[in-house]
T-cell receptor
């Protein structure tokens, strides 16, 4: 089992551009969550997808959007990139039933210049 | 979400036990207490979680206070591989609100 895989591992974008990050969950997991981790900070919850719908959302603007596909994989889209969007973006997969172990990917390092 | 208080940093000698404390005085009755750790340049990794009773697994033990307002993660014999940031997260459901955690340094 490959666990949670994210692509790409690193990305450099220019201010104002749009970016799409991808995540494949651990086999058997149906729920995908996305987190943003700035340097020196703990991960911040962006949103969570289950059954192809956004179920929970953290305190992030509408520039952050996502999608979940029938095979449970997911995308995170960020529009109109700001310098402050530079961070490590983490994907986590789990089962929909709460209080179970979540598995995190290695993350995508996004740099906005 | 329950607010947590953890020491910013702790040190331990290799092969000695480590007790990592966490205060979560505003925890709700349905919140489980989760612990994750993050090694340098990696995503967070599950360590352990529990509701009321003390819990043990192959990685660690979790001691939960009777009033549930605090908990302690116990690493029985610290190794160099245990050097990481440890996050205590009271939570119901499977979205997590991380704080700043405790950075554990293991001294050879």
């Amino acid at each position: 089992d490959a666990g949670v895989t994210q692509s790409p591992t690193h990305l450099i974008k220019t201010r104002g551009q749009q970016v799409t990050l991808r995540c494949s969950p651990k086999s058997g997991h149906d729920t995908v969550s996305w987190y943003q981790q700035a340097l020196g900070q703990g991960p911040q919850f962006i949103f969570q997808y289950y059954e192809e719908e956004e179920r929970q959302r953290g305190n992030f603007p509408d520039r952050f959007s996502g999608h979940q596909f029938p095979n449970y994989s997911s995308e995170l889209n960020v529009n109109a990139l700001l310098l402050g969007d530079s961070a490590l973006y983490l994907c986590a997969s789990s089962l929909v039933w709460g209080n179970t172990e979540a598995f995190f990917g290695q993350g995508t390092r996004l740099t906005v210049v | 979400d329950a607010k947590t208080t953890q020491p910013n940093s702790m040190e331990s000698n290799e092969e000695e036990p480590v007790h990592l404390p966490c205060n979560h005085s505003t925890i709700s009755g349905t919140d489980y207490i989760h612990w994750y750790r993050q090694l340098p340049s990696q995503g967070p990794e599950y360590v352990i979680h529990g509701l009321t009773s003390n819990v043990n697994n192959r990685m660690a033990s979790l001691a939960i206070a009777e009033d549930r307002k605090s908990s302690t993660l116990i690493l029985h014999r610290a190794t160099l591989r245990d050097a990481a940031v440890y996050y205590c997260i009271p939570n119901t459901g499977n979205q997590f609100y991380f704080g700043t955690g405790t950075s554990l340094t293991v001294i050879p």
